[in-house]
């Protein structure tokens, strides 16, 4: 009988919890810490090492924390409280654009709704689990490691084809003044394209993304139909992106568990 999604989600998280008091652990230390074979703990990291939370070296794990990654458990649980969110938004048919945010393609792990055609330029998608739920179509285009983030003409040809539901993006920085901004020199281009082609723009950015102004900018405040984030946004903040034409903003609380479905406006 195959295990739940929730009880493989939360032994991941404990995974994450044990890295960040222990710092470094063996693949056969936390096989036998949680009871499971190395196969399956080596599947947990290949998740986990995907959404650039672990880096691995010879049979260890380690949690990352590099230039603007998840600093810690807090964070990577935002950003999976954001994704669990986000992914209630995703409706019976709904065709989707997702960009290459770490944070974006987390979204796949919760979608619960039927017949959904998910669009997105993050190769790392190859790695995911079989949903049979939904259909994954990658735009192609020149990848970019370490994200893996498909950009260039053929991208941006295959999306220029399609109209979408909505589209989830995630980004850098998020300012009243300068909008919605990526560090990433040939992503805007892809996630302004998305914004275009998209009826519903739904942004998934944890607070540290709040007042930050990254290099390149792909869109407008008010071009934000929906803002989602963690509890770490403060009321001020959100009212001066609402100020400049920002929509909805949902802050969800990541010390809760991801399948509660609790948030707050």
């Known amino acids: 009988m195959k295990r739940s999604k929730a009880f493989v989600a939360s032994r991941r998280d404990a ?47 380690t949690l990352l924390n590099p230039l603007g990654r998840p600093s810690g458990s807090r964070q990577i649980r935002a950003n999976r409280a954001i994704a669990h969110e986000a992914a209630q938004h995703v409706e019976d048919g709904d065709c989707i654009f997702l960009n290459a945010s770490s944070t974006a393609l987390g979204i796949i792990d919760f979608i619960t709704a039927q017949d959904v055609t998910v669009i997105t330029n993050n190769g790392k998608a190859l790695l995911l689990d079989e949903c049979p739920n939904l259909a994954i179509l990658l735009t192609g285009g020149e990848i970019r490691p370490p994200r893996a983030s498909m950009t260039g003409e053929i991208a941006l040809a295959y999306i220029k084809r399609v109209t979408a539901t909505k589209c989830f993006l995630g980004l850098t920085g998020l300012s009243a003044n300068y909008g919605l901004t990526s560090a990433t020199a040939p992503e805007p281009a892809i996630n302004a394209l998305m914004l275009e082609r998209s009826k ?4 998934v950015a944890d607070s540290s993304k709040i007042g930050l102004t990254s290099s390149f ?49």
């Not at 869109?219 to 984030?229: F, K, R, Y």
Request: charged share 25%; glycine share 8%.
């Open 15 to 61: 995974i994450i919890a044990l890295l960040e008091s222990q710092g470094q652990v063996s693949v056969s230390d936390l096989a036998e810490h949680f009871e499971v074979s190395a196969l399956t703990i080596r599947r947990d990291l290949d998740y986990l090492e995907t959404r650039q939370v672990v880096s691995r070296q010879y049979g260890t794990a």
């Open 200 to 203: 519903l723009h739904v942004i």
């Open 217 to 265: 900018q792909f869109g407008s405040t008010d071009e934000v139909d929906l803002l989602i984030t963690d509890t770490g946004a403060t009321d001020a903040q959100v009212s001066t992106l609402k100020n400049y034409g920002l929509g909805e903003v949902i802050r969800v609380d990541p010390t809760l568990e991801t399948d509660s479905g609790s948030s707050g406006r």
